[in-house]
Nanobody, 120 residues
Framework: QVQLVESGGGLVQPGGSLRLSCTIS????????MYWYRQAPGKERNLVAL???????NYADSMKGRFTIARDNAKRTVYLQMNNVQAEDTGVYYC??????????????WGQGTQVTVSS
């Protein structure tokens, strides 16, 4: 069974920092591409950042220089370090894996999401 468990969300003041974590089981973690998405209230879910199995990263333009995605293959965990957060960063953050499940090909798997609220 594939499980993606996000943590680290919460309430943070503008200009503050937060680190999200997503621990994944049931897939071949090391070769998978991992993503963070954000869904703001009343809006579509949009890509925040991704990191490939080789460690290549890519970010949405509004996150460049503020957010950092990283992975720890030994811990089977992907992180999103969020710095200088702003009110528009508020939303539910979802972790996604595009990876092989043991005995199957590559598929997309989603976590349940973690709420981030930026407010003073």
């Amino acid at each position: 069974q594939v499980q993606l468990v996000e943590s680290g969300g919460g309430l943070v003041q503008p200009g503050g920092s937060l680190r999200l974590s997503c621990t994944i089981s049931g897939i071949i973690f090391s070769t998978g591409t991992m993503y963070w998405y954000r869904q703001a209230p009343g809006k579509e879910r949009n890509l925040v950042a991704l990191i490939t199995g080789a460690g290549t990263t890519n970010y949405a333009d509004s996150m460049k220089g503020r957010f950092t995605i990283a992975r720890d293959n030994a811990k089977r965990t992907v992180y999103l370090q969020m710095n200088n957060v702003q009110a528009e960063d508020t939303g539910v953050y979802y972790c996604k894996a595009f990876a092989e499940k043991y005995g199957s090909g590559f598929m997309h798997y989603w976590g349940q999401g973690t709420q981030v609220t930026v407010s003073s």
